[in-house]
């Protein structure tokens, strides 16, 4: 028996050192492979790493007045073998100063100084800092002494920033309404395979960051209510006991409570009557904190079942204009996304305490919060939410570089909008939409960027980053699911979810660990869509009858592994469909002989990919002579 299993997991060792070699990899990420920080099996190696920080941020934010003011003390903890020298500090908002590098045109309402360093000390020992030198989104701070492996520094920075007046992802919706993201300086994240994260920030782009344990304390004045990442702390201080009451009911109803009405703003009475209130909230192991202030904003709430073994229920929150209609059902909307997903796909249950939707103009996920535009098409409205909500999972659950590797997070988010659109609206429906809005424009634009390969690092690319972010891995994703079937590429994925929740996954964790859910050598399929710059173009070249039925010859054109359904309509005017799934192209994925049984004589075929849309259809239909 103690032979077998050694025999087992040797065949193990070496058919997932042959997964691993066989597709494509770069140096650095061999170099993480060698030092047994990543495993050829999936999981994160015997040597694995990541760094971590103890936030307690403090700010004041006093709208009309842009200017918001900060105070935060960061313990950073070295969990590398590395001893760090300098630190990389992460000024995101320096992205408004004039002259900051960017993918478009900035406005001048969009402008303002940045991020203004006011006091910077390591250690308790100042360190000087010319905020017109150092403006960039990155800026390397040298350490008084060198950081050791498993030891801490300790960071006291206070700073200011004006709010932008135009707002984007962060800034202000309206003279007293603002969201503030990425609003404080945090240390980027030093890892494994690239050392410091120094990319840019270049406004289209988005982020990486490190999991922390955050404590944020913000000031508002009377009658201005906060929303952030985060469990409040404090509710029966800063709110009037009626206003608490109603939050408090809300954690455990289904229906929506109304915390505040558009008459209860009137009255100016919901938030304690002190000149200004602090507001704290508290957020472990999460990557990013985000806050929503305004004095006229309603304020919804309601909660849902994620998990069933435990029966813990999920905060869903709203605040927006009353005059958004849209948002009116963004507690509803939010309670059958957290509900459906938890359930559904991915099948694990809504990992944080609660999801506030904040009506700005963005479009964009954070930690527990999503910043969503008003919509009157209330469909849209709703498909708009799931997929930032879908966010949750793919970048907060799993600690994706999203800067690197968008697919890893708007690929899955992109297919979690189909998947419960689906549930929502119905199949077709739900696929009509993802073929117009996500397939479409890249299957019919021939331009050399949108059909470079899905590996390539989102940093590099301008022309392509969407369809390459979106689309195309969102449809690699199916692909594999309709090859494995549901239960297996669910087995697989849980598998991929349980080996880096909490951790820093790239591509190749995620192959490898498809791979080891699944039992089964991908290789083939992944350096198919990931690591070539194919696109979907089938030809249905000759049907010919044999003694047990047809051999249809098929060309794929486009290359990508696709699984689509030959339908066929009989001499006696009676039809019939096969599916076949991207196995067939395993072997040769440019030229397929595929077999129909059959005894009935074949009138005309065609082939139908469905959303894995083709961008040649006149050559995909076959008529008998």
């Known amino acids: 028996m103690y032979k077998s299993i050694i025999l087992s997991a040797f065949l193990c060792f070496v058919l997932f050192n042959a997964q691993a070699q066989n597709l494509y990899m770069p140096r650095d990420i061999q170099n993480a492979f060698k030092k047994g920080t990543r495993s050829t099996d999936g999981k994160p190696g015997k040597n694995y790493w990541e760094n971590h920080g103890h936030y307690t941020i403090s700010i004041t934010a006093l709208p009309p007045d842009r200017t918001v003011k900060g105070v935060e003390q960061i313990t950073y903890f070295n969990n590398s073998p590395d001893t760090l020298k300098r630190l990389n500090m992460k000024l995101i908002l320096n992205m408004h100063r004039p002259g900051a590098a960017r993918f478009s045109n900035a ?18 020992e ?8 150092k403006s960039a989104t990155n800026e390397m701070v040298s350490l008084p002494k060198p950081l050791m ?4 520094v300790k960071l006291d920075i206070t700073w200011h920033f004006e709010v932008s007046k135009k707002s984007g992802r962060e800034g202000m919706i309206d003279s007293t309404t603002y969201y503030l993201a990425y609003f404080y300086p945090r240390v ?3 890892d494994d395979y690239n050392g410091w994260d120094t990319l840019p920030f270049l406004d289209a782009q988005e982020f990486y960051n490190d999991f922390n344990d955050y404590t944020l304390n913000v000031t508002a004045p009377k009658n201005y209510i906060v929303w952030a990442t985060g469990t409040l702390q404090n509710p029966k201080q800063v709110l009037q006991p009626e206003y608490a009451k109603r939050l408090e009911q809300s954690m455990t109803s289904d229906s929506t409570v109304h915390v505040a009405t558009p008459e209860d703003l009137e009255k100016k009475n919901i938030t304690a009557q002190n000149d200004v209130n602090t507001w704290t909230w508290k957020a472990s192991n999460i990557t990013d904190m985000a806050v929503g202030i305004s004095d006229h904003y309603d304020w919804d709430a309601a909660s849902v079942v994620v998990d069933d073994a435990t029966h813990r ?23 059958n996304s957290l509900g459906w997903l938890s359930h559904n796909w991915p099948g694990v249950p809504y990992p944080f305490p609660k999801m506030t939707s904040f009506q700005g103009f963005a479009d964009m996920e954070y930690p527990m919060m999503v910043n969503d535009s008003h919509e009157t098409d209330l469909r849209f409205a709703q498909l708009v939410q799931d997929h930032e909500i879908a966010h949750t999972y793919f970048p907060f659950y799993m600690g994706i570089n999203e800067s690197r590797y968008a697919f890893m997070d708007e690929g899955w988010a992109t297919t979690f909008e189909r998947l419960i659109g689906a549930a929502e609206v119905g199949q077709e429906k739900a696929d009509v939409f993802y073929k117009q809005f996500r397939v479409n424009r890249w299957i019919h634009d021939p331009a050399t960027a949108e059909d470079l390969p899905v590996i390539t690092p989102s940093s590099e690319l301008r022309g392509g980053y969407g369809n390459n972010s979106y689309g195309k891995p969102s449809l690699s994703y199916f692909a594999l699911k309709d090859m494995l079937g549901d239960e297996l590429f669910k087995k697989a994925l849980h598998t991929y979810m349980d080996n880096w929740n909490g951790k820093h996954p790239i591509p190749w964790d995620y192959f490898n660990s498809m791979m080891s859910g699944s039992g089964k050598d991908l290789n083939w399929f992944f350096n198919n869509w990931f690591f070539t710059n194919y696109y979907i173009d ?5 049907v010919e009858k044999d003694d047990n039925g047809y051999v249809l010859s098929i060309q794929n054109i486009g290359g990508f592994a696709i699984p689509f359904d030959v339908k066929v309509t009989y001499s006696d005017g009676s039809t019939a469909n096969f599916h076949q799934t991207p196995i067939v192209w395993e072997h040769n994925e440019k030229q397929i002989s595929l077999h129909i049984k059959t005894s009935k ?12 849309m083709d961008a040649d259809e006149s050559n995909n239909k076959w008529v008998a002579k």
């Open 149 to 152: 492996p498993h030891d801490s």
């Open 601 to 612: 004589t074949i009138q005309s075929a065609v082939l139908d990919g469905g959303i894995f």
């Open 538 to 542: 089938l030809n249905l070249q000759n």
């Open 107 to 124: 406005e001048a309402d969009y402008l303002t100084p940045g991020v203004q360093i006011d006091s910077f000390l390591i250690n308790g």
């Open 188 to 190: 980027s994240v030093y």
């Open 126 to 133: 100042k360190k000087d800092w010319d905020n017109e030198k």
């Open 313 to 335: 229920r999920a905060s869903m929150q709203s605040a927006f204009p009353d005059k958004s209609a849209d948002f009116h059902h963004a507690v509803q909307f939010g309670r």
